[in-house]
């Protein structure tokens, strides 16, 4: 089945000269959304071809908001190793993009736009029904097929990197994803780790 991940981006930046040896300082957290990345694509020797990730980048005031989209029926050269996957996300925000939302393309299976997290994750919701990973959600494993988006085309989970959603953010998700909110488990655990469990939930249903 497939399925896609949205990740908020608080901190991380958008100036593709941060260096790819301090990707949890100088680049701003970018360590934990490439973590996020290369667990929601990668699989032992290989990717998943079933599975697209959107990360969505604040920005700042020199340069405007970034949405980094992975499709991995077509990604190319992306390892299970921090530094490859952030070489990509480099190489995706060096290109000249106008704000217009349109995603441009930056290297096989990589596109980027200029475009906020509230846009974003409507446009996320235009390929099928949006979860929303939270913890005060419905338990993953009890969740119905329906909450989860398994009927209605291929389910969309958004989640946030090291820091919560501020409330708006929360609410922006909140409404695309129709009230479906799910959690993973009694404890705030690692965004890789959540979507690690998603796929474990999802493969095992859909066999």
Known sequence: MRRRFLVLGHDATVDPSFSLGDLAGGAGRMDVLVRVLTNALCVSHGVRTDTEVWLALVGDDERGPRTVRFDGASVRNLNPDE????????????????????????????????????????????????VLLDREGEDLRAAADETLGMTGGAPGFVLSDHRPLAQEEHDDAFRVAEGRRVSVGPEWLQGHQVVTLVHDELDRRGR
Do not use: C, Q
């Open 83 to 130: 530094r490859s996957a952030a070489a990509l996300v480099k190489k995706a925000l060096a290109v000249d993009v106008v704000p217009n939302g349109v995603f441009e393309p930056a290297h096989p299976g990589v596109s980027v736009a200029e475009m906020p997290y509230s846009e974003a994750v409507v446009r996320f919701s235009e390929a099928g029904p949006v």
